[in-house]
């Protein structure tokens, strides 16, 4: 059974840094696609980040405009885990985030796509107080 368990919510300043995790067991995503996307209230789940293997030997990874330059995706390939790292946090950026594995490597626009992610945690809520 895959699972996706995320960690790393909680409450910050605006300006301050949350990293969050996401560790998966069950099946590997070293070489398929991860991204993690986010829920606020009365909104649509959209698109944060993601990464996925590019079949030599790296990563391709995409951002939201919304949070280009203040996130980066990251892997830990023996640990079986992707992090995000949030830095200059706003209180637009309160949401609950979610981890989303896919099954297959994924290109280009497909990787903001929901509907393209196999699997899903439960989610941690991130908090930004103004």
């Known amino acids: 059974q895959v699972q996706l368990v995320e960690s790393g919510g909680g409450l910050v300043q605006a300006g301050g840094s949350l990293r969050l995790s996401c560790a998966a067991s069950?099946?590997?995503?070293?070489?398929?696609?991860m991204g993690w996307f986010r829920q606020a209230p009365g909104k649509e789940r959209e698109f944060v980040a993601a990464r996925s293997w590019s079949g030599q030997g790296t990563y391709y990874a995409d951002y939201a405009d919304s949070v280009k330059g203040r996130f980066t995706i990251s892997s830990d390939n023996a640990a079986n885990t992707v992090y995000l790292q949030m830095n200059s946090l706003i209180p637009e950026d309160t949401a609950v985030y979610y981890c989303a594995g896919g099954s297959t490597t994924l290109y280009g626009t497909m990787l903001a796509h929901k509907g393209r992610y196999a699997y899903w945690g439960q989610g941690t809520q991130v908090t930004v107080s103004s």
């Open positions: 069950g099946r590997t995503f070293s070489n398929t696609a």
